[in-house]
T-cell receptor, first 112, second 113 residues
Framework: SQQGEEDPQALSIQEGENATMNCSYKTSINNLQWYRQNSGRGLVHLIL?????REKHSGRLRVTLDTSKKSSSLLITASRAADTASYFC????????????FGRGTSLIVHP | DAGVTQSPTHLIKTRGQHVTLRCSPI?????VSWYQQVLGQGPQFIFQYYEKEERGRGNFPDRFSARQFPNYSSELNVNALLLGDSALYLC????????????FGPGTRLTVT
């Protein structure tokens, strides 16, 4: 079963616009990670946010975590065509192993 | 430093056959995890090994097995292949077993006909 579920399933925007993706999960977590995947290749780690953190930034990426709502969001500002990819959230269930459980992903298309 | 490497890149097998996939972690990383990613889905955890011991196992049948060698490289074996085993198999390494970023390899695309 999928612990994390991304929303929307697909997102199409123009270059320069911001892209927001959301992730909801079911059980308490130790941390949440966002990954990017290009065309069915290996995953690239973007950001790890721990359960006691509320916001993290990395370049054009901003991740928020709301543990009371069991949700996280990934914001990509000033998107570029090269940001076209699938984005996944992965959670480590608190009290269990630290094996990340992935959602089905959000497919982002950025039109030049 | 080289990233995580996997071999082969692509593989076509017939139902009932056996397959071995290989993974070399980043130098210094002692943990290797295996994932199966079916088209249109997120990666599903299969195994994690740390210091040559199995530390986690996902919900996969006994046809799936793995091992980690003294140099921390790893093999994933799948017996009696089914059509449903067709997927991208991803290997990821990390320096420790818990709570750290995982570094993924490019994957092995397995097609079962």
């Amino acid at each position: 079963s999928q612990q994390g579920e991304e929303d929307p399933q697909a997102l199409s925007i123009q270059e320069g616009e911001n892209a927001t993706m959301n992730c909801s999960y079911k059980t308490s977590i130790n941390n949440l990670q966002w990954y990017r995947q290009n065309s069915g290749r290996g995953l690239v780690h973007l950001i790890l946010i721990r359960s006691n953190e509320r916001e993290k930034h990395s370049g054009r990426l901003r991740v928020t975590l709301d543990t009371s709502k069991k949700s996280s969001s990934l914001l990509i500002t000033a998107s570029r065509a090269a940001d076209t990819a699938s984005y996944f959230c992965a959670t480590d269930a608190a009290g269990g192993s630290y094996i990340p459980t992935f959602g089905r992903g959000t497919s982002l298309i950025v039109h030049p | 430093d080289a990233g995580v490497t996997q071999s082969p890149t692509h593989l076509i097998k017939t139902r009932g056959q056996h397959v071995t996939l290989r993974c070399s972690p980043i130098s210094g990383h002692k943990s290797v995890s295996w994932y199966q990613q079916v088209l249109g889905q997120g990666p599903q955890f299969i195994f994690q090994y740390y210091e040559k011991e199995e530390r986690g196992r996902g919900n996969f049948p006994d046809r799936f097995s793995a091992r980690q060698f003294p140099n921390y490289s790893s093999e994933l074996n799948v017996n009696a292949l089914l059509l449903g085993d067709s997927a991208l198999y991803l290997c990821a390494s990390s320096p420790v077993v818990q709570g750290s970023q995982q570094y993924f390899g490019p994957g092995t695309r397995l097609t079962v006909t």
